[in-house]
């Protein structure tokens, strides 16, 4: 890979994998080579039994800065109509294992809208987010108008897009974009440590529940309450579901196998 970094950690049932972004002279700028490769690792990783959890995470000074304004300065609508960018998107919002994002220092525009689309984002308490593209004559074109609005409400996110201003951690943490806030120099301890928490539960039924909870942003009451139901049947047709059963009748920890 030549913009991404992949460590496996499938021992000791940890079942996880680290991909590092690796642009440190950009701060880890979002261009298409960069996301081809996350996108190509995550479908990579859907077919591997012995993998049930994905943590993203850049370097101490950005997750990443945002787009790599260098690489699209020319561009023409067409150009970006008829590029790559959108469908790469789509494919990273069809994962369906668990990602988690580790945030440290700058997470701005494209490299926020890249942690949103992730199921959980842990901050260092140094780390800094926002939507800057305002600054630049463009606006957020990968979920900053859309996820952030559902992450954090509409005032808030007008506030941010509108002036282009960043919040810190603790602010983010507030307002509900993050899930957890840890210390800067802690932040892949802690985010290993909540990887090998989820890693220890049923890798289905995680999968189902990123499913469930990701279909709730576009669905009324009703459908959700309607696709959770069909889902939560399913899961009494895994093996999980009865070791877990059993284990709890039994009084002894479960051996989940994602079957």
Not at 66 to 95: E, H
Not at 97 to 114: D, M, S
Not at 125 to 139: N, R, S, T, V
Not at 223 to 238: I, K, S
Request: glycine share 8%; hydrophobic share 40%; proline share 3%.
């Amino acid at each position: 890979m030549e913009t991404i970094i992949v460590e496996k950690h499938w021992r000791d049932n940890q079942h996880l994998t680290l991909i590092r972004i690796n642009r440190p002279k950009v701060l880890n700028a979002l261009n298409n080579t960069v996301m081809q490769e996350i996108v190509q690792t995550l479908e990579e990783l859907e077919k591997a039994n012995d993998h049930y959890l994905t943590i993203l995470t850049g370097d101490d000074r950005a997750f990443a800065a945002g787009a790599d304004i260098a690489s699209m300065k020319d561009d023409s609508a067409v150009d970006q109509y008829l590029g790559t960018r959108a469908q790469l998107w789509k494919r990273f919002n069809l994962i369906r294992k668990p990602i988690i994002a580790a945030v440290n220092g700058l997470c701005l525009g494209g490299g926020n809208e890249l942690a949103m689309a992730c199921d959980l984002i842990i901050a260092g308490d140094q780390a800094k987010f926002g939507q800057p593209e305002i600054k630049l004559g463009l606006m957020p074109g990968a979920g900053g108008t859309q996820r952030l609005v559902k992450a954090i409400g509409k005032a808030r996110a007008m506030r941010l897009c509108l002036t282009g201003e960043m919040i810190n951690a603790e602010t983010a943490f507030s307002w509900g974009l993050l899930s957890k806030v840890v210390p800067a120099n802690t932040l892949l301890q802690e985010t290993f440590e909540m990887a090998k928490s989820i890693c220890q539960q049923p890798p289905l039924a995680g999968r189902m529940i990123k499913e469930s909870v990701n279909h709730s942003f576009e669905s009324s009451l009703a459908q959700g309450l309607d696709f959770e139901r069909r889902l939560f049947y399913l899961t009494f047709a895994t093996q999980d579901q009865k070791e877990g059963i059993n284990a709890f009748l039994e009084k002894r920890q479960p051996q989940f196998k994602g079957q």
